[in-house]
């Protein structure tokens, strides 16, 4: 009979969409409530944790690539200032060698002029030495020939040094008149 008495007024108040019941609006706010304590008790900590965790990981990951950005920037102007320093330096050493080669060759043009000029002085002072032992062997070579052909006219032999001397003064002589 319970059990009918509870069918009937059931079936009086037959709940719709918006029927507002007290009771179970009441057990959903105590359960609802309940529910919240629990989570903010143990979850809501391990859930802020790890979003503060994901928030700070993020942070330091945007520091570090902006330090890497202004280090790589930093790197950069320094590569550059040094690229530059290096295609300065690459083309004072080539002007340097440059100028050290248009000295060297100047350097090794007048030693060739220099050793052509003594060679061309040597040559003739050997050359102008060889006329002069050649004149003079021609000239001893003249005066034993007259020498020789004026014993043969005189039919005797002469003093071969006052000879000489006498010959050598005559074509001293004819040096002189020419």
């Known amino acids: 009979m319970v059990y009918a008495a509870l069918l009937a007024v059931q079936e009086e108040h037959t709940p719709g969409p918006l029927t507002v019941e007290g009771g179970l609006m009441l057990?959903?706010?105590?359960?609802?409530?309940?529910?919240?304590?629990?989570?903010?008790?143990?979850?809501?900590?391990?859930?802020?944790?790890?979003?503060?965790?994901?928030?700070?990981?993020?942070?330091?990951?945007?520091?570090?690539?902006?330090?890497?950005?202004?280090?790589?920037?930093?790197?950069?102007?320094?590569?550059?200032?040094?690229l530059g320093d290096a295609k300065t330096q690459a083309h004072a050493i080539v002007l340097e060698a440059r100028q050290l080669a248009e000295k060297e060759r100047a350097v090794a043009m007048e030693k060739v002029k220099q050793e052509q000029e003594e060679l061309l002085a040597r040559a003739r002072r050997e050359i102008a030495a060889e006329r002069d032992r050649a004149v003079a062997e021609l000239r001893r070579e003249a005066v034993d020939l007259s020498l020789a052909a004026a014993s043969k006219l005189i039919e005797k032999r002469l003093d071969s040094q006052t000879d000489r001397k006498l010959v050598l003064e005559y074509l001293a002589s004819l040096d002189d008149q020419h």
């Open 27 to 82: 057990w959903t706010v105590v359960i609802f409530l309940l529910l919240l304590l629990i989570l903010k008790r143990f979850a809501w900590p391990a859930v802020l944790g790890a979003v503060e965790a994901r928030e700070q990981a993020l942070e330091q990951q945007l520091a570090e690539a902006e330090r890497s950005r202004a280090e790589a920037a930093t790197l950069l102007e320094e590569h550059k200032r040094l």
